[in-house]
């Protein structure tokens, strides 16, 4: 007696044991998937976060390097022809239309280097030209000066500062310097001349230089630089107009760009802001670049935009730990209901076993005996499928909920909600329908694993034509042209097949919905039936992902669906003795190959 309720505490214990091991290793299942999910989308997303920085670098650097064309191609026509009449230079600028091809270009010069004994000279020859107000201002008392001798467009503005001595100004006369020493181009931290003609600076001005030398190569050496530097092409720009509408492509949809001047260390000038960073918002990655062009330090100040942020799957990790804790639940209580039979049925045995010595006088009796305990089996199996109906729904009760007063929300109180409250709610609405099919499709994956196969003769030409009808019936494309072989048959349990061609089915006329004639093939080959589409196809390096339950190799917006389809296909498939896998390229024809042994 003693001996068997020590046996019986501890079938009690272990039972508790493995009851906390299940729950135990699927939370850590779930924890890890969470984990490794969230890796994988903060992975990602900073992918796509530097491949769109990349692109603005490159276009950004590509609207100053167009600058710096211009610059090239009016300078080498000074050192080919250096006796310029202001009335030439100004039908080369005006054949250029600078206004159409050059945005955000108030004005293209010449600064001309000077030693102070032509300065005169240079002030009569120029006043001969048609300009008798010209003169070289202020009065310097260095050796050289550089007076602006060319400028174009001839506006009033313009006109004023013409023979102003940009060596005068110390922004211009560094910039020079470091044009002239480097060979290279440079650019200033603002524009001085809007100074000088008296107006106000706007934010984003700069001047860009470029240096001309005598007989245009430039010296490989400092010194022969500086004496034989015969002057500046340069331009002034406006940073808001040249670098609007400048990035395209991932860069446009996903990033927002502001664009700083490193006046000095710690002080920064703001030369330009996309339209949407000029509203504060909090953005999901944020980065500032150190930027260098031509002898200054740009900052570039990179924010994610809406898009970025909606396309990102970062939702999904949270679910993931959501559902995973789910699960995992589910899956203790239903290791509980089992280990609670188990407990019964070991019990039943127990006294089987005692009753051993009076199995002949029970003979009349051990039918009806064996009857009972098998009832109350199948009473225990209906328990445990009367628990999963009752989880899935106390699961969809508080999601209707939610798509309901979200719903009423919209219907009593949308014409008080702006455009972004009631998409807030669509969102709520969406995402409650989404995990209610989730919900659905786990289910139905689960009584998948726990029916019983039965196998008899199937046509199955047939039912790939009736699946293929109840696609074609639900989709909006009825343009599909399909080829189904003839004399197709196998030994499996036709309910489980019907369901396999559902799923591939669907999926070959959804994703072979987008191309212009879509093709739907259906045949098979020494027992390996297949279904075949020209449609999306797939990306082959990702093939593997194809059947795991929850992965997707395209986003829900481009193509709706669980998730779990092929992972229900597989399974089928397992169960059947056979294998199933895919072979794709993306844009080109995808093939769907099973067996069933």
């Known amino acids: 007696m003693n001996m068997n309720m020590r046996w019986q505490r501890g079938e009690g214990g272990n039972s508790k044991s493995l009851l906390y091991l299940v729950f135990l290793l699927s939370i850590s299942a779930a924890i890890c998937a969470w984990v490794w999910a969230g890796v994988i989308v903060r992975g990602t997303d ?72 032509q300065v005169a000279s240079t002030e009569k020859a120029i006043r001969a030209e ?106 002034t720009l406006s940073g808001r107009v040249l670098f609007r509408n400048v990035m395209e492509g991932e860069a446009r949809r996903y990033l927002d760009v502001q664009i700083f001047n490193m006046k000095s260390k710690g002080v920064l000038e703001s030369v330009y802001k996309s339209s949407r960073s000029r509203f504060a918002r909090q953005s999901a990655i944020t980065v500032d670049t150190t930027f260098p062009i031509y002898g200054r330090q740009w900052i570039l100040r990179f924010n994610t935009s809406h898009v970025f942020e909606q396309e990102s799957a970062s939702w999904l990790v949270n679910w993931i730990l959501m559902a995973g804790s789910v699960v995992s639940i589910l899956l203790a209580a ?94 709520v609405r969406n995402a409650s329908r989404r995990m209610d099919e989730l919900i659905s499709a786990l289910l139905n994956l689960s009584r998948i694993t726990r029916s019983d196969i039965v196998r008899v003769p199937i046509d199955i030409s047939q039912m790939a034509r009736d699946a293929v009808d109840d696609a074609l019936e639900a989709s909006d494309r009825k343009d599909f042209v399909v080829t189904i072989a003839s004399g197709m048959t196998a030994e499996a349990d036709p309910k489980l097949v019907n369901v396999i061609f559902d799923n591939l089915v669907g999926n070959a006329v959804k994703f072979g919905s987008v191309a212009t004639h879509p093709q739907i093939e259906i045949g098979c080959n020494d027992e ?70």
């Open 46 to 117: 900073q992918e796509r976060f530097n491949y769109a920085t990349e692109e603005a670098e490159q276009a950004i650097q590509g609207r100053l390097d167009d600058q710096l064309d211009l610059l090239r191609a009016t300078g080498a026509t000074f050192t080919l022809q250096r006796t310029w009449l202001h009335a030439n230079f100004h039908r080369f600028v005006e054949h250029l239309d600078l206004t159409t091809h050059y945005r955000g270009l108030h004005g293209l010069g010449f600064i001309k280097v000077l030693p102070k004994a």
């Open 130 to 235: 048609g300009l008798p107000n010209f003169y070289v201002h202020p009065n310097a008392a260095q050796t050289t000066q550089a007076p602006i001798v060319y400028l174009e467009p001839q506006t009033d503005s313009n006109l004023n500062i013409l023979g102003f001595d940009a060596q005068s100004d110390p922004i211009l006369s560094e910039a020079m310097d470091d044009a002239r020493d480097s060979a290279a181009p440079s650019l200033t931290t603002e524009d001085p001349l809007l100074n000088v003609q008296g107006e106000t600076r706007p934010v984003g001005e700069f001047v860009m230089l470029y240096p001309i030398y005598k007989d245009g190569e430039a010296p490989s050496t400092i010194e022969d630089r500086r004496k034989l530097i015969l002057g500046f092409m340069f331009c």
């Open 334 to 427: 239903v290791s509980y209901t089992q280990v609670s039979a188990n407990r019964r049925l070991s019990a039943q045995t127990a006294e089987l076993a005692e009753q051993e010595s009076r199995v002949r006088q029970l003979n009349e009796n051990l039918e009806h005996l064996v009857q009972e305990r098998t009832n109350e089996l199948k009473a225990s199996n209906s328990e445990l499928e009367a628990f999963c109906y009752s989880v899935s729904h106390d699961l969809r009760a508080p999601l209707r909920s939610v798509d309901g007063f979200s719903k009423s929300l919209l219907e009593d109180y949308g014409d008080k909600l702006d455009d972004q409250g009631i998409d807030y709610l669509n969102r």
């Open 528 to 597: 390996v039936f297949f279904v075949k589409d020209n449609g999306a196809g797939f990306n082959p390096a990702y093939a593997n992902k194809l059947f795991v339950a929850f992965e997707r190799l395209h986003s829900p917006s481009e193509f709706p669906g669980t998730g779990i389809g092929l992972a229900t296909v597989q399974r089928i498939v397992q169960r059947h003795g056979g294998n199933v896998w895919a072979e794709s390229e993306p844009g080109k024809i995808a093939t769907f190959y099973f067996t069933l042994k």
